[in-house]
């Protein structure tokens, strides 16, 4: 199981690195981070995620305490 769990952290890992990629092409090649966040968000309903997590954390927050 050991070797699952880096599997996926691998996978996660590259995720996020070609995201940064990602990223930094589209400010090399002029974009804004306003106009990115927005395409993110219209594909992959990012705010919404956002949202929820902050909802659920401030509930689970009011329950630990």
């Not at 090399?28 to 106009?35: E, I, L, N």
């Not at 995620?49 to 689970?60: H, I, T």
Request: charged residues 15%; hydrophobic residues 60%.
């Amino acid at each position: 199981m050991k070797s699952g769990w880096k599997i996926i952290l691998l996978v996660v890992l590259i995720a996020i690195l070609l995201g940064a990629v990602c990223m930094g092409v589209g400010m090399m090649t002029g974009a804004d981070f306003a106009r990115i966040w927005a395409t993110l968000d219209d594909k992959y309903h990012v705010e919404m995620y956002y949202q929820y997590f902050v909802e659920v954390w401030s509930l689970l927050q009011a329950e630990l305490i």
